[in-house]
């Protein structure tokens, strides 16, 4: 099959992650929920990404901001009904998006019916469903790096928890948990979502030994650690499910291991993942030699095994691109630029396509025990405040200069981050090199980073200077500036300099395949 037949929906498109409680608020408490994510569906089409994966907006306590989950198959009131839900897959289908939710497979809320039960007592039939112990071991926590058990002075023991003491992690040895959570993913399959985001699936096999953990001693957490091969074969019964389903179903786990070669061992042999984020990239610095180093990794790693790449910058675990990348829009706008031109699928994080940076918060306004609410900000809509958001205040504060960085005042300047936005993705949809062809690094000053793609007929090259100073950068044949991350000198010809802090993408002048 020639790449430009290869329909496949997933690699075609760039995906966005909308975080619901900050996205946009349909009933005016401050809170962004389902009604007024649809309501702003046309925002999303006309920025061009072509799926939106959802964070969790089932029912939760909200300890980890409903990544703790009590109730898989329904959605929180905070951010409206199931049939809102299903209004959404609707509207979204409607306007040709997909629509992935997000699967939190490794822990419940401890006030989810199953661990309610589970802690009840030893010889409750679902004891077994968590992981319980008499001795804790000195494996870690994450978000508070404590000890990853906590004790039940109900039932005499401690239950595990990679993360808060309010998510046990669930025992997926057993096969009745299994079943369960298959039958939560045939609950949303049914109802037509196109596939899941997986919550830190590389944890949910846990060593059988239960012996501790060197890495523990130095301060690392099991959810940078665990890395069992249960885990491969929870995620071969997963894929088995999905691919009963028509339409180009797509599981696409956040293996949270810092490791690519590791990351790549999730694809299995075609029969696990389809995709899985790669998180070096997104703890880069800007910096020439890491991104190279980040990207061939990706290239030999994933190339190997014709697995196909994810890019992500950022999410709402980090900190913003804008925010990491020292505050400097015209690194932001660069980063876009290599975000969308990569081999592979990128993901966009709400309100990155603004520029946004992290908003400040206090000791009164902080909300995440993980201190990861800067990026969790609500967007800014409007200019005027309070920004499209109604006169409550919304519940964190806005980001900086929310006035400037609002989308009505953006969508009204032609050089803004979001017109850029627009701007790639348009191309991306327009190029067939640009979504599926090939990548290779062609030669250049050690501050640029330059490559080609390419797919049959059509052809287009990256350059992206990293430095404060202009290099130039040597082309044979004539070449014309298709976008340019600070949108000087579109559609011109390239004169062979690339300026500070720019990015270009070019095509060869005469090209057939222009946009
Ligand atoms: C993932 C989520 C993060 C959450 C954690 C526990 O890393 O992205 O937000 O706190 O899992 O579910
Ligand atoms: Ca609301």
Redesign the pocket.
């Known amino acids: 099959m020639s790449a430009t037949q290869n329909l496949t929906w997933w690699k075609n498109v760039a995906i966005y992650q909308v975080y619901p409680r900050s996205f946009a608020d349909g009933n005016g408490d401050g809170i962004g929920d389902l009604p007024g994510l649809i309501a702003r569906l046309d925002y999303l089409k006309t920025l061009g990404v072509g799926a939106l994966w959802l964070s969790p907006v089932y029912p939760s306590p909200m300890c980890?901001?409903g990544?703790d989950i009590c109730d898989y198959t329904d959605i929180d009131p905070l951010f409206g009904r199931l049939a809102d839900l299903d209004q959404l897959i609707s509207e979204a289908h409607k306007r040709g998006l997909k629509l992935l939710m997000d699967f939190?497979p490794?822990?419940t809320s401890d006030q989810h019916p199953w661990f309610i039960e589970s802690r009840a007592s030893r010889d409750n039939p679902k004891r077994d469903w968590y992981l319980w112990r008499d001795q804790p071991n000195n494996w870690r926590a994450?978000?508070d790096g404590g000890s990853a058990w906590t004790w039940d002075e109900g039932s005499q023991q401690y239950y595990l928890h990679f993360?808060l003491p309010q998510?046990p992690d669930l025992n997926w040895h057993n096969p009745e948990v299994v079943e369960a959570m298959h039958n939560v993913l045939k609950f949303w399959l049914d109802r037509g979502v196109d596939g899941f985001r997986i919550?830190?699936v590389h944890c949910v096999g846990k060593d059988p030994t239960f012996a501790d953990d060197p890495r523990c001693m130095a301060g690392e957490t099991m959810v940078q650690i665990n890395d069992q091969p249960y885990s491969h074969e929870v995620l071969r019964g997963l894929r088995r499910l999905v691919d009963h389903y028509p339409g180009d179903r797509v599981l696409i786990g956040?293996v949270?291991i810092r490791s690519t070669a590791r990351v790549a061992a999730y694809y299995g042999a075609s029969d696990e993942l389809h995709m899985s984020f790669n998180f070096p990239p997104l703890d880069a610095p800007w910096d020439p030699v890491v991104f190279r180093l980040c990207i061939r990794e990706v290239e030999r790693c994933l190339g190997e095994q014709s697995a196909w790449p994810t890019w992500a910058l950022s999410?709402?675990?980090n900190s913003r691109i804008r925010s990491r990348y020292g505050g400097s829009l015209a690194r932001t706008n660069a980063a876009a630029v290599m975000l969308l031109s990569l081999r592979g699928t990128p993901f966009i994080f709400q309100g990155d396509e603004l520029a946004l940076e992290d908003t400040q918060v206090n000791a009164q306004t902080r909300v995440d025990p993980?201190g990861r609410d800067g990026s969790r900000a609500p967007l800014p809509w409007l200019a005027q405040t309070p920004h499209g958001w109604s006169g409550t205040a919304p519940w964190l504060p806005f980001p900086p200069e929310a006035e400037a960085l609002a989308v009505e005042t953006q969508e009204s300047a032609s050089d803004s981050t979001l017109n850029l936005y627009r701007r790639l993705l348009h191309c991306r949809r327009e190029s067939t090199a640009l979504r599926l062809g090939d990548w290779q690094e062609l030669p250049s000053h050690p501050q640029l980073l330059a490559y080609r793609r390419h797919c049959e007929d059509d052809e287009r090259i990256v350059c992206i200077n990293f430095d404060a100073a202009e290099h130039a950068f040597v082309l044979t044949g004539e070449w014309i500036v298709e976008v340019a991350s600070d949108r000087h000198g579109e559609d011109q010809p390239f004169a062979g300099l690339v300026a500070a802090h720019q990015a270009l993408i070019l095509r060869q002048k005469g090209s057939a395949h222009e946009c």
């Open positions: 980890d901001a990544y939190v490794n822990h994450s978000i993360f998510q919550d830190v956040e949270n999410n709402h675990d993980g």
